[in-house]
């Protein structure tokens, strides 16, 4: 599972997040704020603001996952094999 979480998060960083939000693109997105508005402060921070939401989310969605996964392993070894008897 950790290795699976850490792809995910890369895919964060390198492509599309619902077809739309990369991180290139969060990033021209502020400098074009930025060039209009000459507000470096405020547009940055918001941008890594939205990006660190999104590393947040998704960082936590696996921890909770992989705690419900190894809950359910636990389960599966407490568990006595029914055998056959003759």
Do not use: Q, W
Request: proline share 3%; hydrophobic share 50%; with cysteine.
């Amino acid at each position: 599972m950790p290795t699976f979480s850490g792809e995910v998060i890369a895919l964060l960083k390198a492509t599309a997040i619902a077809s739309t939000i990369t991180v290139y693109e969060l990033l021209r997105v502020t400098n074009e704020a930025y060039a209009a508005s000459y507000r470096f402060d405020e547009c940055y921070i918001s941008a890594a603001i939205v990006y660190v939401s999104l590393s947040y989310l998704l960082t936590r969605a696996f921890y909770f996952a992989a705690r419900e996964l190894g809950k359910h392993r636990l389960l599966l070894k407490t568990l006595k094999p029914i055998v056959a008897r003759p």
